[in-house]
């Protein structure tokens, strides 16, 4: 199953694991990158720090809602599923 070809140029993965997304840098990565632009996340452990993101936000910004509007949240429950999304 080679599914590395579709994905595009100029994309990022960067895998949020449930164990380690309150210390990791993804939260810090997704509201930079909020910041900027949309952003996709796909979450295959149920474990998206909306919170976490938000408050990120906040410290740079004042327009919460309409930022955290760029992050679109993609969940997987099987690996069948995140091989469908990628």
Avoid: W
């Avoid at 993804?26 to 930079?32: D, N, R, S, T, Y």
């Avoid at 949309?38 to 309409?66: E, H, M, W």
């Amino acid at each position: 199953m080679d599914i590395l070809p579709r994905l595009r140029l100029g994309s990022l993965i960067a895998p949020l694991v449930p164990h380690h997304s309150r210390t990791s840098f993804i939260p810090e990565l997704i509201a930079e990158l909020a910041l900027l632009g949309p952003v996709t996340v796909l979450d295959g452990g149920n474990c998206f720090p909306a919170y976490r993101i938000a408050q990120l936000i906040r410290r740079k910004s004042l327009q919460v809602d309409s930022i955290s509007k760029r992050i679109i949240v993609r969940r997987a429950f099987t690996c069948y599923q995140m091989v469908n999304l990628l």
